[in-house]
């Protein structure tokens, strides 16, 4: 890979003139006046098919220019683009948030191409992007991110995955957070000038649009859209946080936050101009549950387990007899009728297709993951006392009385998981599940209620969010030590660490390592694996893991 491709400013954007702009505020955008078009940042694609896949960029119009603007979009086999394979034209402007998006069909499968956009003389960066394979393929490998939240950290981990090679990147959501300044941030990272815009939480369709441009102002964030292929889904900060169907826990009318479907609607508008993501249903229906063939190879499966068909919230405040009486409710769903039928087809024709791989990407831990109960002694003397006042306190009273931690994920609605699990053991051949949302690292083997090995579970740690160490005033080994203790099923945890996770994909097995930046705190840093975790075809367990020495 050229080192001219990847070349990107990391100057702080500014805002364009207000004149030209009204409504459209900061985005991160620099000053280029005397340009007739502006590439304000700059390229991404996503959603690859074996013969076409998405290209994004966004454009402005220069000074006195009419604010539609067409633009000119190409790929070539390559960087310089003696020969081009597709073209065509696009427009946009304001309504759109001057975001372009465009299906660029007519490719071949399993190959690498570099494209670019054109707008009154002025080029965008060159992006490199890849088709998927076809059948026959032998080998292919997936990033694996989630949880990126700008005032958390600096984003090493996406500046790290731009320079490495793989097939596409698959987010699993908390892309963006919606907190006002200062809210959920680091404060050392602060002092560093990473603050949020705008300043509120953020609710319209506007807010929206700046929390995007902001993120996307930050260089490795377009470093690694430029290089790679995405596939993404929403979690629930791409709304507010902890989304479901009808409402969230972060949301409040009584605030001035206005009504929740207003909001909903305005972050899934924002969400697919701002990504490159191919678009299904309206806007209304919010339908991002997707899949995508890896040749005969694997099927990765994307499902929507926060928006689209999630009954609302446990939490561990309830009182025990209710929560008692909503977990045994056969019907309470974490993703909804229509997409569990979906689901359904999905697995068996993956199945009857003879692809030994259905990868599910998703957002929330499926696996059972329990309370830990250390008692206060266990505790450092000179954190007791607030360990005994704190949210931990309450936990470990219900942990005894056996309920899970989270009723976030997958532990909240345990009918809907047993009936997913027997569609995993029904319908496909060899299941992995991806997650995020938790921030920390996580892998299980599933089993349904019967105890039967099912299905395997990798769980990201997350790119600049904090982790489980931040649950537990306890030294990371007695922490991981803790967790393993109370949840059968789990085979690796580690609190600590912002990091991604690789899958490499063959017929015989599925290998999945952890990478782990040394801080979020500097843009220096340096990166640790974990030993690849593997588990082979017709086992649905992980193999014990060993070091390297």
Same mark, same amino acid.
């Given at each position: 890979?050229s080192?001219?491709?990847?070349?990107?400013?990391?100057r702080?954007f500014?805002?364009?003139?207000?004149?030209m702009?009204?409504?459209?505020?900061?985005?991160?955008?620099p000053v280029?006046?005397?340009?007739p078009?502006h590439?304000?940042?700059?390229?991404a694609?996503?959603d690859?098919l074996q013969?076409?896949?998405i290209?994004?960029t966004r454009?402005?119009?220069g000074?006195?220019e009419?604010?539609?603007?067409q633009?000119e979009?190409?790929v070539?086999?390559?960087?310089?683009?003696a020969?081009?394979?597709?073209?065509?034209?696009?427009?946009?402007?304001?309504?759109?948030?001057?975001?372009?998006?465009?299906?660029?069909?007519?490719?071949?499968?399993?190959?690498?191409?570099?494209?670019?956009?054109?707008?009154?003389?002025?080029?965008?960066?060159?992006?490199?992007?890849?088709?998927?394979?076809?059948?026959?393929?032998e080998q292919a490998?997936?990033?694996?991110?989630?949880?990126?939240?700008?005032?958390?950290?600096?984003?090493?981990?996406?500046?790290?995955?731009?320079?490495?090679?793989?097939?596409?990147v698959?987010?699993?959501?908390?892309?963006?957070?919606?907190?006002?300044?200062g809210?959920y941030?680091n404060?050392?990272?602060?002092?560093?000038g990473?603050?949020?815009?705008?300043?509120?939480e953020?609710?319209?369709l506007?807010?929206?649009?700046?929390?995007y441009?902001?993120?996307?102002?930050?260089?490795d964030?377009?470093?690694?859209?430029?290089?790679h292929?995405?596939?993404?889904v929403?979690?629930?900060?791409e709304?507010?946080?902890n989304?479901?169907?009808?409402g969230?826990?972060?949301?409040n009318?009584?605030?001035?936050?206005?009504?929740?479907?207003?909001r909903?609607?305005?972050?899934?508008?924002?969400f697919h101009?701002w990504?490159?993501?191919?678009?299904?249903?309206?806007?209304?229906?919010?339908?991002i549950?997707?899949?995508f063939?890896?040749?005969?190879?694997?099927?990765?499966?994307?499902?929507?387990?926060?928006l689209?068909?999630?009954?609302?919230?446990?939490t561990?405040?309830?009182?025990?007899?209710?929560?008692?009486s909503e977990?045994?409710?056969?019907?309470?769903?974490?993703?909804?009728?229509?997409?569990e039928?979906?689901?359904?087809?999905?697995?068996?024709h993956?199945?009857?297709?003879?692809?030994?791989?259905?990868?599910?990407?998703?957002?929330?831990?499926?696996?059972?993951?329990?309370?830990p109960?250390? @008692? #206060?002694?266990e $505790?450092?003397?000179?954190?007791?006392?607030?360990v /005994?006042? *704190?949210?931990? %306190?309450?936990?470990?009273?219900?942990?005894q009385?056996?309920?899970?931690?989270?009723?976030?994920?997958?532990?909240g609605?345990?009918a809907?998981?047993?009936?997913?699990?027997?569609?995993?053991?029904?319908?496909?051949?060899n299941?992995?599940v991806?997650?995020?949302?938790?921030?920390?690292?996580?892998?299980?083997?599933?089993?349904?209620?019967?105890g039967?090995?099912?299905?395997?579970?990798?769980?990201t740690p997350?790119?600049s969010?904090?982790?489980?160490?931040s649950?537990?005033?306890?030294?990371?080994?007695?922490?991981?030590?803790?967790?393993?203790?109370?949840?059968p099923?789990?085979?690796?945890?580690?609190?600590?660490?912002?990091?991604?996770?690789?899958?490499?994909?063959t017929?015989e097995?599925? @290998? #999945?390592?952890? $990478?782990?930046?040394?801080?979020?705190?500097?843009? /220096?840093? *340096?990166?640790? %694996?974990?030993a690849?975790?593997?588990?082979?075809?017709?086992?649905?367990?992980i193999?014990p893991i060993?070091?390297?020495?």
């Amino acid at each position: 890979m050229s080192q001219d491709l990847f070349q990107l400013n990391r100057r702080r954007f500014l805002a364009v003139s207000a004149a030209m702009l009204g409504s459209l505020s900061v985005r991160g955008m620099p000053v280029l006046a005397a340009a007739p078009a502006h590439f304000t940042h700059g390229v991404a694609s996503g959603d690859p098919l074996q013969d076409r896949v998405i290209l994004w960029t966004r454009v402005l119009p220069g000074s006195g220019e009419p604010e539609s603007i067409q633009l000119e979009w190409q790929v070539a086999s390559d960087q310089r683009f003696a020969n081009i394979v597709a073209s065509g034209n696009s427009t946009t402007g304001p309504a759109r948030d001057f975001t372009v998006k465009v299906d660029a069909a007519g490719l071949e499968p399993g190959q690498s191409y570099f494209y670019r956009f054109t707008a009154q003389g002025v080029s965008s960066p060159i992006g490199r992007t890849r088709t998927l394979p076809a059948a026959g393929v032998e080998q292919a490998r997936l990033a694996v991110v989630s949880c990126s939240n700008y005032p958390q950290g600096y984003f090493n981990v996406y500046r790290e995955i731009a320079a490495r090679d793989c097939d596409a990147v698959v987010h699993l959501g908390d892309y963006i957070y919606e907190y006002p300044d200062g809210g959920y941030a680091n404060p050392l990272i602060l002092e560093k000038g990473r603050h949020v815009q705008p300043i509120h939480e953020i609710v319209s369709l506007e807010d929206y649009r700046m929390r995007y441009g902001l993120y996307r102002s930050d260089a490795d964030l377009r470093a690694i859209h430029q290089a790679h292929p995405f596939i993404c889904v929403w979690d629930d900060h791409e709304i507010t946080n902890n989304t479901f169907k009808e409402g969230a826990e972060n949301h409040n009318p009584d605030q001035g936050e206005g009504d929740f479907g207003g909001r909903r609607l305005a972050a899934i508008q924002a969400f697919h101009e701002w990504l490159p993501i191919r678009e299904q249903s309206s806007i209304e229906e919010g339908i991002i549950y997707r899949s995508f063939d890896f040749g005969d190879l694997a099927s990765l499966i994307m499902m929507d387990t926060r928006l689209v068909g999630r009954d609302e919230q446990l939490t561990h405040n309830m009182n025990i007899d209710v929560i008692r009486s909503e977990l045994a409710d056969p019907a309470r769903s974490i993703m909804g009728a229509q997409q569990e039928n979906w689901l359904a087809a999905q697995l068996k024709h993956s199945a009857d297709a003879g692809i030994p791989w259905q990868i599910i990407g998703q957002q929330v831990i499926m696996g059972r993951k329990n309370i830990p109960l250390v @008692a #206060n002694e266990e $505790f450092a003397p000179e954190v007791r006392d607030a360990v /005994a006042n *704190s949210r931990y %306190a309450l936990l470990r009273e219900r942990g005894q009385l056996g309920l899970p931690l989270n009723f976030d994920a997958w532990d909240g609605y345990p009918a809907n998981r047993e009936r997913v699990l027997d569609m995993f053991r029904e319908l496909a051949n060899n299941v992995v599940v991806l997650a995020g949302d938790t921030h920390s690292s996580w892998a299980f083997d599933l089993h349904n209620d019967e105890g039967d090995a099912i299905a395997v579970e990798f769980g990201t740690p997350s790119v600049s969010s904090p982790g489980f160490e931040s649950f537990m005033p306890l030294p990371e080994d007695e922490l991981v030590e803790a967790f393993m203790r109370a949840s059968p099923e789990m085979r690796y945890m580690r609190g600590l660490g912002r990091g991604w996770m690789e899958l490499d994909i063959t017929r015989e097995k599925i @290998a #999945n390592s952890y $990478f782990y930046v040394s801080t979020v705190m500097e843009q /220096a840093y *340096s990166v640790d %694996a974990v030993a690849p975790m593997e588990s082979y075809a017709g086992e649905h367990v992980i193999r014990p893991i060993f070091s390297p020495e």
